[in-house]
């Protein structure tokens, strides 16, 4: 990157807003070391229980504008778990309500200018993505016993074909953590990267102003990008607890 | 040497988001047909289109992720 810098090329690559760095200094990084992952971490879980907080003190009949906005969060997740794991999975809604909304605003906060996405970060979706899967994997256990594993036999396939639907089956509820938190983090991950080099393209605008269009396009379909993917992350839980709920299709 | 090839095999993986980009558009192509054709059965499938539609991506995904290692881990 720095050999970069000395050719006159990118002055900012694309790719250094996703390191970690101290807030205070420049010492090594310890795992009690204020970096900006855990200020922008720290700024959502703030701003989720602002606005729950401060949604529902009033509990107006007319809700006031930020208790509507909290009840449009709640009644949108409760009907999302109501439809897909139906009424044995409205239990489990907490749960799915604060991944939701986890995500919803760590990929928000990220679209400020200078932020960091701590969504951005494996790390950091790998255990949102593999708390799913444990969490799911004992529900299904404890609620249906061994015949959880029912999950991987398929009952109405032709008995030959039944042993190598079983192994895919296997594989591929395996490799749903990985995909399922390697997606988030690669949306965001890739999105911002783009977002940077469309941004490295606004000296262009003396030139030719159609350039800020392109920012501004791309920066739309960023915000877009961030409803999505807390969106598909939150309904694949649910697809995933349905699964642990009625193992039986 | 092998750091020029690193980037060329990075640049071979890129293709891969082609190839995801054929499968999105598959599954919101065939998406808008069947609305159109019976739009008031189309507000109940959206889920499962962004399930679809993620499913696609996350390959491409995958592939955009071997070419970020291709270029900075290897």
Known sequence: ?249 | MEGELAHIGAGLAAIGSGAAAIGVGTVAGNYLAGALRNPSAAAGQTATLFIGLAFAEALGIFAFLVSLLLMFAV
């Not at chain 1, 529902?56 to 208790?67: E, F, I, L, M």
């Not at chain 1, 960091?116 to 993505?129: D, E, F, K, N, R």
């Not at chain 1, 039944?162 to 296997?170: G, K, N, S, T």
């Not at chain 1, 003396?206 to 969106?231: H, K, R, T």
């Open chain 1, 1 to 249: 990157m720095a050999e970069e810098k000395a050719e006159g090329g990118l002055v900012f690559h694309p790719l250094d807003q996703f390191i970690v760095k101290p807030l205070f200094g420049d010492g090594p990084v310890q795992w009690y070391t204020p970096t900006n992952v855990t200020l922008w971490l720290a700024i959502a879980i703030l701003a989720t229980i602002a606005l729950f907080v401060i949604g529902s003190r009033g509990r107006g009949v007319v809700p006031s504008r930020v208790q509507s906005v909290a009840e449009l969060f709640y009644g949108f997740i409760y009907k999302m778990v109501e439809d897909v794991c139906g009424k044995e999975g409205v239990r489990y809604f907490p749960y799915i309500m604060t991944i939701f909304v986890f995500i919803f605003f760590s990929n928000y906060l990220a679209l400020i200018p200078m932020s960091y996405s701590p969504t951005s970060m494996i790390a950091i979706t790998a255990v949102l993505g593999f708390g799913v899967f444990i969490a799911v994997t004992v529900l299904g256990f404890v609620k249906n016993g061994p015949s959880f594993l029912g999950l991987f036999w398929m009952k109405d396939a032709p008995a030959i074909l039944r042993p190598i639907i079983a192994v895919i089956e296997v594989i591929s509820y395996f490799v749903r953590p990985v995909s399922h938190s390697i997606r988030l983090a690669g949306n965001i991950m890739a999105g911002h990267a783009v977002l940077k080099v469309f941004a490295g393209f606004a000296a262009l605008t003396l030139v030719s102003p159609v350039a800020i269009f392109g920012i501004v396009a791309i920066y739309g379909l960023e915000v877009l990008v961030c409803g999505i993917q807390a969106y598909v992350f939150t309904i694949l839980t649910c697809v995933y607890l349905k699964d642990a709920l009625h193992p039986h299709h």
